[in-house]
């Protein structure tokens, strides 16, 4: 337990490669949300360490850029969102999901991810051959619930019911191994909150 205290430690300050999950390379689903780009660089490594077979991003792709509370970023959103392109480009297009935030430019996702599958509200659909539910925010997720129900938005921490679990890409970057259904949830490096601009304090 020692040897995961000090990596879980090590990985709040900055991004270490997870060694823990190197079983988990090129066989996994990984989950993100509410991302700032402050985080990009670090998506990048880890994106290349696991090299999952699925990528999903359940939005507020820029997350430091809050459209929905100021319009008039939509520059700044364009610009910003390029280096969230260079950090998910390690993942095939056509291995990418994403469903649009809140606070996102929602015409803008997909020609930045001209293969991935983008969506503007909750959809459930067949991922690495998984039944998956993804949605902004828990509110929107489809019913009745998938096996994995993946979503962002805030701070909720929805409890798993029989057959359903439910992963918040806020609270944690989920790892979901692909043949066993196991989940991993890594914590965010600290400075992840900061640049989110106190969101989990705020609910924004």
Known sequence: MGAVRDFLAC??????????????????????????????????????????????????????????????????FRRRLKGLVKAMGKVPGERVTIVAGNHDLAGEIHPAFPRAKVFERGVRLSLCGLDVALAHSREELPQPPAAFNLFGHNADVVPDSEGARYLNGVLGINVILVESGEVSVLPYPLYVDDARSCKRKRGL
């Open 11 to 76: 990985f709040r300050m900055g991004l270490p490669l997870p060694v823990c999950l190197e079983g988990a390379r090129g066989r996994c689903l990984v989950h993100v949300s509410d991302t700032p780009s402050a985080f990009y660089g670090d998506l990048d490594k880890l994106l290349g360490y696991l090299e999952p077979l699925c990528l999903v991003h359940t939005g507020d792709l820029v997350d430091e850029v809050k459209l929905g509370l100021r319009p008039g970023d939509d520059a700044l």
